[in-house]
């Protein structure tokens, strides 16, 4: 299982994604023959869809909540002169509202239904991290499937985001030693 660090699209296209989905994901630490045991190891499926998502479901019904990650391939390493920071601008315009949904709206449906949200951009993916109770998870299901094929790049957004992204470049980045020697 992956670890997630912290920062804040379509099913069509040939678009590649991976997406767990761990119902109710526990960390319980049984250990067996002196081999560490994942409970509910033994019912994860795996399917690839035809346009190549695959997705992962670990159940685990111990909590009704769900934890949720898509993952794509996709991140600063796949940038160029030109075209540098296209990968987080992107991450940023996921949270923007689209063609059917206004801006916001998708964190309203979320934690009005008791969920959060995230997502972060490193060098080799990009990640969208949803945690819910498992009630909620048609809606959620139906929000992720809105923005993967529906995404609103209206001028205004493009603009306001392309803002954000360069002052989040300029604090992290521009304006700090580390961030500096780290990229």
């Known amino acids: 299982m992956p670890t997630l660090n912290h920062t804040h699209s379509g099913a069509r296209?040939?678009?590649r994604a991976l997406v767990l989905v761990a119902f109710g994901l526990a960390v319980t630490g049984a250990v067996h023959a002196g081999a560490p045991q994942v409970p509910g190891a033994d019912q994860i499926v795996t399917r690839t869809l035809p346009n190549g998502m695959k997705l992962v479901v670990w159940p685990d019904r111990d909590i009704p909540n769900v934890a949720m990650?898509?993952?794509?391939r996709?991140?600063?390493r796949n940038e160029r002169p030109g075209i540098t920071g296209i990968s987080h601008f992107f991450e940023h315009m996921m949270f923007n509202g689209t063609k059917t949904r206004q801006p916001g709206e998708f964190d309203r449906l979320m934690e009005g239904n008791g969920g959060s949200n995230n997502a972060y951009t490193g060098s080799d993916v990009t990640v969208y991290q949803n945690w819910f109770p498992s009630s909620a998870t048609e809606l959620v299901f139906d929000l992720e499937s809105d923005r993967m094929r529906n995404l609103d790049f209206a001028p205004e957004k493009i603009a306001s985001?392309?803002?954000?992204?360069?002052?989040e470049r300029r604090s992290s980045?521009?304006?700090d030693n580390f961030g500096t020697l780290a990229e």
């Not at 990650?69 to 794509?72: F, H, I, R």
């Not at 985001?161 to 002052?167: F, M």
């Open 69 to 72: 990650y898509t993952w794509y």
């Open 161 to 167: 985001e392309r803002e954000v992204v360069y002052s």
């Open 13 to 15: 296209g040939g678009v």
């Open 173 to 175: 980045v521009d304006n």
């Open 74 to 76: 996709v991140g600063s």
